[in-house]
Each structure stands twice: as C-alpha cells, then as structure tokens.
C-alpha cells in the first residue's frame, strides 16, 4: 500500500511540475495578450489539475494553497479581475511556491518548515487582497432580506475536508428534558459548522403531531480537528434516543448515497440537502443514484459480479469532491496523451547511455585498427568487408551520439521569467527574442550551460539595456531587446546573448584595466582585446553596484565555466549599439571525427570539421608567418617550431587550413595521413595546462596521438602576428602600415 | 375569514408551552387565509418551538394559504440561522430598527 502511495506521488509530484511548467509559460504569455481566453482556461486547469491530485493523495498543504490561487484564477476565468502586472507577478510567485511545496513533498515531510510556510501565508494573504477587491468591485450592495436569499441559494461549494454528521433526534428526546438545539451548539464549539440543514421531514400531519415530540433531524458539515469519539461524545445523553451517523472527512461517495438510502426520509429530498450543505455535488448526486441503481439492477441478473473496474476502485479510494473526479479525469485524459507520447520515447538512464557511449569508443578504436591491418594485408575482400564495417560503426557512433543530444530550446525558454522578472525589478521595458531554439548540443553541456548564460543574460539586462529616457533620447525604441541564439558552426555550438544596448565603454574599460593593474598603460591592445579585458578576474565598470550584477564577480567566472567545458567566450561591442556575447562549445565531448597529420614520427589529430583544407607549402621561410591565400592573408604556425620537435622539416610540408570563430589560420605540418574516427580521451591533470592540446586518441596501431585545439591554435597564431605587427606600427606608424595587408586585421 | 390575520405571540416559544400554542396556531391558520405571525417579543424559542414553526409552514402549504413571519426577535433570528431554515420557512429575516447589532 505504501509502495503505492509514493509510486502515485511520484507520479504526481513529476506531473504538477510540467503543469507548473505550463502554469508558467501560460502566466509569461497572459501578460502579452490579456484577452486569450484560451490561455486563461489553460492556466486554470494547470492549477485545478495540481489541486485535483493533492486531494487524491491526501497532500493537505498543496491542497490548501493551490486552492486559494485556483480561487484567484477562477475570477480571472470569469472576468472579475484584470489581468495586471502585480497580479501575474503574484501569479508566478505562487508557481514558485508550489514548486517549494512539490520538493516538501519529495521530501517526505509532513509539513513544509517554517520558512516556507511563512511564505505561503504571505502569498496566500496577497491572494486574498485581490479576491476581497473583487468581491468588493462585484457585490452590489444587498438589503438583508436579500441577503438570506443569496445565502439559501448557495451551497454550491463542497467542503470535502469536513465531517459529515447525520443525527436524528428520537420522539422522547423533549420530553426527556433534553434539548436538541443545545447539543448542536455544543457540537459547534468543536469546530466550525460549514453547513448545516434542518431536516423536518419527520413533522407528521397536524393531528398526529405531538408538539412535546421530537420530529427533526440535522445533517451537519463539521470543520474540526476533533476525532469521531469527541464528536460521539456530544450525543451521549440522547445516544440512545437518536440515530446518529458520522462519516468523516474526505468519505466516498459511496457512503455518502448508502447514508441516503438508510435514512427514513425521501432519497431525492435528502440527497439534495447535502448538496446543499455541501457534502455532495449535484452531479455527484445524480451519478451515485443511478450508479447505485446499476447495481442492484445488475446484481439482481448476474449474482457473480466481474472483476471491479477501475472507476470503482477509485471511486472506493478517495474520491467525493466532484473537482477531484474531475481533475482525475483529465489527468487520465492527460496520461493517456502523454502514453501515447511515451510510446515514442523511453526513459532510459544516463549513466546506461554513457556507457553505451564509452563501448563505441573502444568500437570505433577497435575498428581502426581492423581497418589498419586490412590495409597491409592488402587482401581485398578483407579490405571490403572491414569497409563497410567502419561504415556502420560510424553510424553507429552517429546514432549513439544523437542520443544525448538535445535541444536547447527549453534552456532558452526559462530565460522568458527571468527577463520578465529582472525586467520588472529595474523597471525597464525588455523583450527577450529566441532563436536557433531547435539547435541540438550534447546533454551534459546543456546542463552546465545554464549558470554562465544566466549570468550573462542578467549582465545584459542590467548593465546593457539603458533606461527607457536614455534609450528614447538616443533614438532607440523604449522597449529594450535581449537576444538568446544558437546555431552550429564547424564542430561547434555556437550561443550567443546580444542586446541592443549601450554597448562597452572601451575607454573605460582600458583605465579600470590600468587602474586594476592588469594591463600596462604603454600596452598595445587591440579594441577587441581591450572590451575581452572584462572577462578578467576582479573587473566590472558599473558606476553603481546593484543587486543583478556589478560586484566584479561573474565574468571571470563565466569565462572559466565555459572553459571547463573547452568553450571559450567573447564579447564584441558597438558602443551605443549593444553588445554581443557568442559563447563557443565543442558539439560533443567524446568522439570526433579527426584528420590525422605527421609531424616527425608522431602523429596529431586535427578535428575534421575545423580543417576547411589542404594546400602544399614549399620553401616559406620567412620572418613573417602569413602567407597570400587566393588573395586573402593566411597566419600560420609551425608545429614543429610550437611543440619543439626534433629533427629536420621535410622539403614539401603541408598547410592544413582550419577556421575557428569566423578566422583561418594555416597550421603547418609534415604529412598528411587522413580522415580517421576518433575517440578523445583526456589528459591527466598534470597537462591541464599544456596549450593547443585538448585530448589524446588511441591509433589502430595502438599509438598515442594528441588531439590539437583547434581554437588555442588559431589564438595563438593570430595573436601573435597582431602582436608583431602591433609593434611594428609602434616603431614606425606610418611609413609600413600601408605596406600591411588590411586583411589581417579583419578578423581580429 | 379575514385575509392578512396578524398574530403576536408574546410567550417563549418553547417546549412549556408547546401544547397550548400548537392548537392557538393551528386555530389562527383555520380562520385566515394569509397569516401574518410577529415574533419580536419571543424570549426564547427551542427545538419544540422551531417544528412548531415548520408545522405550521406545511399546515398552511397543504391548505393553499400563507403564513409570514414579519417579525423576528433576536433570540428567533439565531435559531433560525443556527439551523438553516431560513429558506425553508421562507420569510426574511428582517433586523428591526430599535435593534442595534
């Protein structure tokens, strides 16, 4: 029974937080477009569906809270209430807290600890703020004696968490000194009577009536935190001169209609007084009646009754508020979907997949070197057959890999509340535009992607996008833009966070560089190296410190977030114009494919998705490292001058052209051997800070060969002949700046 | 048989008096078509007193005549809320003017 119950609050807590989901995103969009009905509906069964389920399992808090929002959203479904800034802001508010609620019940507790619950009553007074402003607005004042018309009218509500007391006062009971009344007073100091109903079907006709008997009976709605012997204990005196019938709370329907047809009076009449008192809903009512009616036709021509069906075992477990039936039936209506859902996707746990990732590694290394000796047997059907192996194998890696793979749109969409919010606390007007959400990266990196791009995100908004006076003074729309985009660049995942602020201030920049002593003030630096300066520890230029950011933490922290996962990150600005931050990561963190290139006797991977190609070099010694590639300027750099190989450089060397981040440079190699699966192992620690290197591989034939960093490279090439010639232009500005080729800088 | 008969009970409305006024009320509903009752002198009505009340609704209902209770005391106005006849007995429940609440 037990396993039971955690195995459905699991199945609850998981399903409320992808209502809450919704419940949010419906919020973020209600505020654009107040009048979608639709939207509003949605949002309305997110909650109702949230509190269907805590009554089913019995969660009394969840319960209690969501229905005070569900009350609010109820108004605003009706049209009593505007949509409004604080209102969705107290909206989302309440999502966050019956989130809280969801991990209090994760965790096993009882009762959410103080915090929260101090919390929740806060909210739950804000709530209440707005109902009374409704109810206030609505009501039109009534004259008293409307008043009990709208009072006897009402009885709509069902209070399910109340007790249900039927009691029937013997004819003796007056005449025995005793007084009905007062024992119902005194029942009512147990608690608070929700409803009450007086039944006087009892009174005979005038003759007969004995005005010293006692002809009523009551049926009673408690609200207490007393136990059934408490409440026993308030007949005692007339216990055996009355009939009394006690269902506590949350009790079936079952009893409730078994209770009906016990009692002496007219099962309609009855049945619709506790409708009235709120034990029962008409509908309830109706479907108990004719249900019990069902059966006793049914037994009555089959004795052996089937096996009970579904809807009867929950019937039997906990269900008499009419919002539970209903909110189980969508919920099943919504299991079912989500089945149907299901059927097309299997949960399988990560660790499984990662190991399954690991074994095509060792697939993949096998493979190459079956294909190594294939190819010196020179046996040609050996040749064949291992290269259609190699060919599945890589498919087999393809696939393999797609499995972790995933969008990154759902990252994206959790920014929406955080620019809403952050936007609201600054008070300025900012939209968040998405694209490239369908852009897929590997799972792992999604997960710790999140905290840097949070942090620029904020950055953006607090730092980036002026005030609204300042933006309309300078000829900019009021309604500031932050833009999140992804997109894949060769091998790599591209993300970037643009708003079209104010962009950096690169002066400022370069004297609170000088000011922190991280750079000189003789020190040649280029624009695009100067606004970088801000992802240096201990640095920020926001004039004021605020609560988002500006603290000088954060950048230096992003940076090294992004590294960690061998991403790099940069910032390019227009001052005036806004700011853009493109954060580069590897697509995959396992296996690549890699173009295999010779340097003396050693052997090093090049990612094949950065190589864009190969050109033969002959005789370019030189001082300067750049060749004229079609036209166009070409940095390269020696391999063999960078790692300190030994021995002599072939006369015909190769240049492999790669691209990184939108520049080329020409690394320069020995030999080229060719297109080759890799799987990237890493390094030990002790090389962590080894640059151009970014992992290590296992050849066919057994051999280690290190993986370049493509990205490292491409840095240090292009620095170091911007440094060179930086310097150059420093000892004589004018007379050689023309004779450089203005290609060079383009890219930098 | 006069129409809109006004009748103004003075005694409690309670279990004492039960006998006597079940035949003083049934009297008053023979002989009038419209019964008006006043209740805002009753001190004190009890369970005896209310089925008194709804005897006399279901008398009349049955006969096709009326009976209003015009006027309510506190003590009879509590009864009747405490017990959520209002709507049963159908009157309203009019708070008079000399009472403050």
Redesign the interface.
């Known amino acids: 029974m037990d396993e039971l119950k955690d195995e459905l609050i699991s199945v609850y807590v998981q399903e409320s937080r992808e209502q809450l989901d919704e419940m949010e995103d419906g919020l973020l969009r209600l505020e654009q477009d107040p009048d979608d009905a639709d939207n509003i509906n949605a949002i309305f069964r997110a909650a109702h569906t949230i509190k269907g389920g805590s009554g089913v399992i019995e969660c009394g808090f969840i319960e209690q809270f969501t229905h005070r929002v569900e009350n609010l959203l109820d108004a605003l479904r009706n049209g009593e209430i505007a949509v409004s800034g604080p209102l969705a802001t107290l909206l989302l508010e309440c999502c966050d807290h019956m989130r809280s609620l969801m991990d209090v019940l994760v965790a096993q507790k009882s009762s959410p600890d103080d915090e929260v619950q101090v919390r929740g009553e806060e909210l739950g007074n804000r709530l209440q703020i707005f109902i009374d402003s409704v109810r206030a607005a609505t009501l039109p004042p009534v004259a ?2 409307d008043a ?2 709208v ?3 009402g009885g709509g509500e069902v209070n399910t968490d109340s007790w249900h007391i039927s009691v029937r ?1 013997g004819q003796n ?2 005449r025995g000194g005793m ?3 007062s024992f ?2 005194f029942l ?1 100091s147990l608690g608070e009577v929700v ?4 039944v ?1 079907d009892g ?1 005979p ?2 003759a007969e ?1 004995d ?2 008997s ?3 009976g ?1 049926e009673i709605r408690l609200k207490t935190t007393a136990s059934k012997i408490e409440i026993e204990r308030v007949f005692d005196f007339v216990r055996d001169d009355c009939e009394l019938r006690i269902l506590p709370p949350h009790s079936k329907l079952d009893d409730y209609i078994l209770l009906i047809q016990e009692l002496p009076e007219d099962t309609m009449r009855l049945g619709e007084m506790l409708v009235r ?1 709120g034990a029962l809903t008409q509908s309830e009512l109706e479907r108990g009646l004719i249900a019990q009616q069902q059966a006793t036709d049914a037994t009555a021509e089959q004795e052996a009754a089937p096996s009970t069906p579904l809807g009867e075992i929950l019937v039997g477990s906990k269900l008499v508020h009419k919002e539970v039936v209903d909110a189980a039936v969508a919920r099943q209506t919504q299991v079912t979907d989500k089945k149907a859902r299901d059927a097309q996707m299997v949960r399988v746990q990560a660790d499984k997949l990662d190991q399954l990732i690991d074994l095509v590694g060792e697939l993949v290394i096998a493979g190459a070197s079956a294909n190594l000796i294939a190819l010196k047997s020179r046996h040609s059907e050996l040749l064949e057959a291992t290269s259609v192996l190699s060919r599945l194998v890589e498919s087999i890696r393809d696939s393999a890999l797609q499995l972790r793979m995933v969008q990154i749109g759902d990252t994206f969409t959790r920014f929406n509340r955080v620019v809403r919010d952050v936007s609201k606390e600054l008070g300025k007007e900012i939209e968040l535009s998405i694209s490239g959400a369908e852009t897929e990266l590997d799972k792992s990196v999604v997960e710790r992607i999140g905290d840097p791009l949070m942090h620029l995100v904020r950055n953006s908004l607090d730092h980036g996008i002026e005030p609204a006076d300042v933006r309309l003074a300078r000829g900019k729309p009021a309604c500031g833009r932050v833009s999140l985009n992804a997109f894949h660049d060769s091998g790599s995942i591209v993300i970037q966070v643009s708003d079209d602020g104010g962009g950096l201030n690169r002066e400022k920049i370069r004297a609170k560089a000088i000011e922190r002593e991280l750079i000189q003030p003789t020190d040649p630096l280029s624009d695009h190296e100067i606004i970088n300066l801000i992802f240096e520890p201990g640095f920020s230029t926001a004039d004021q410190v605020s609560k988002l950011s500006g603290r000088g933490v954060g950048m230096d922290v992003v940076r090294r977030n992004i590294q960690a996962l061998r991403g790099t990150v940069d910032v390019a600005s227009v001052e005036g114009q806004g700011s853009t931050f493109t954060i580069r990561l590897p697509l995959t963190l396992a296996i690549i494919d890699g173009f295999l290139v010779g340097i003396g006797r050693a052997s090093y991977v090049i990612p094949l998705d950065s190589v864009v190609e190969c050109i033969e070099h002959k005789n370019l010694a030189g001082e300067r490292n750049f060749l004229n590639l079609r036209g166009e300027a070409l940095p390269f750099i020696r391999l063999r001058d960078l790692f300190e190989i030994e021995g002599q450089a072939p006369a015909r060397e190769s240049i492999v052209v790669v691209q990184f981040g939108g520049q080329r440079a020409g690394i320069v190699v020995d030999q080229l051997m060719g297109e080759f699966q890799t799987v990237i192992k890493p390094l030990g620690r002790v090389f962590a800070n080894l640059r151009g290197i970014s992992g290590s591989t296992i050849l066919g034939s057994g051999e280690v060969a290190l993986v370049l960093d493509v990205a490292a490279l491409v840095h240090i090439v292009t620095r170091a002949e911007e440094e060179c010639w930086l310097m150059y232009r420093h000892v004589a500005p004018v007379s050689s700046a023309a004779s450089i080729p203005p290609a060079i800088l383009a890219g930098t | 048989m006069s129409s809109g008969q006004l009748l103004t009970l003075t005694e409690d409305l309670t ?1 004492y008096n ?2 006597e ?2 035949s003083r009320l ?1 009297e008053a509903l023979a002989s009038s078509d419209a019964l008006e009752l006043d209740l805002l002198q009753v001190a004190d009505i ?3 007193g ?3 009340l ?2 006399l609704k ?2 009349a209902q ?1 006969a096709g005549k009326r009976v209003a209770i015009v006027a309510h005391s506190q003590a009879v106005r509590s ?1 009747i809320e ?7 007995l159908g009157d ?4 008079p003017a000399t009472e403050s609440v």
């Open positions: 008293a004696s009990v018309e009072e006897s009218s006062f009971v007056l007084e009905p009344l119902l007073r009512a409803g009450i109903e007086t006087p009174i006709a005038a009536m005005p010293e006692c002809y009523l009551f008192c | 279990i039960a006998l006024l079940k049934l009890d369970t005896a209310v089925q008194l709804l005897l279901k008398e049955r009864v405490f017990c959520n006849l209002a709507a049963e309203p429940l009019v708070i």
